[in-house]
């Protein structure tokens, strides 16, 4: 396996709070991980500071083999890298034009563009809604279409915070065979959540964040 991803001397304060005290973590292609954790253990800041969105107050990062240290830096990596919030934001335009948006800012030519949201739709089972506005969608339907947002742009790395939080039953099985597919057709995905149904997902390995420290098992 090749590492997409490294960090050595990971660190994060707020105030006099240690955050984050990660010596090293490294991120295989092939692999899936779950990031586990209780509220304010810091799950949602280390997905922030890898994809670039916050910064670490130490910590030396390696992507693909090359030295992305500075947050700016990694932020430039998307969409290679891609961070999904768990409340994503949706255009106030169509589920269609949401997941072609990053296609069109890529240049993708319009045909193209339209065949490869057309399999999105299909794949995340809202090719119905395809002319629907966002805020006409339940929760789940808007978490479908965020990860057929992503999914369409093939990133290497996918971060992904509590992408079930908030769903009622039915909509969190069906992100989850979704989060369970993209395991299987990208190279890399990290989710990071406190949902004891994900933490069974096949195939997976598994990291707990407490006290600042990351350690492979289960929490407990």
Request: proline share 4%.
């Amino acid at each position: 396996m090749t590492a997409i991803l490294q960090a050595e001397g990971l660190r994060k304060r707020y105030g006099a709070r240690v955050l984050l005290d990660i010596g090293r973590l490294q991120l295989d292609s092939g692999t899936g991980y779950l990031l586990m954790g209780g509220n304010g253990a810091g799950k949602t800041t280390l997905l922030r500071i890898l994809a670039g969105l916050d910064s670490a107050d130490t910590g030396r990062f390696t992507i693909d083999g090359e030295r992305h240290d500075s947050a700016t830096s990694r932020a430039r990596l998307a969409p290679r890298l891609l961070y999904m919030h768990q409340h994503s934001c949706l255009f106030n335009t169509s589920v269609a034009e949401n997941i072609a948006y990053g296609l069109r800012v890529a240049g993708v030519p319009r045909a193209e563009r339209e065949r490869l949201v057309a399999e999105q739709m299909a794949w995340a089972g809202v090719a119905h809604l395809a002319e629907v506005p966002p805020h006409r969608l339940s929760g789940g339907e808007k978490q479908r279409v965020a990860l057929a947002r992503a999914r369409v742009l093939r990133p290497k790395l996918l971060l992904l915070d509590e992408p079930t939080a908030n769903l009622d039953s039915a909509a969190r099985g069906q992100v989850m065979a979704l989060i369970g597919r993209m395991r299987r057709d990208l190279e890399c995905v990290l989710v990071a959540t406190h949902d004891p149904e994900l933490m069974e997902l096949p195939d997976m390995r598994h990291w707990t964040l407490a006290d600042g420290r990351l350690r492979e098992g289960l929490p407990g």
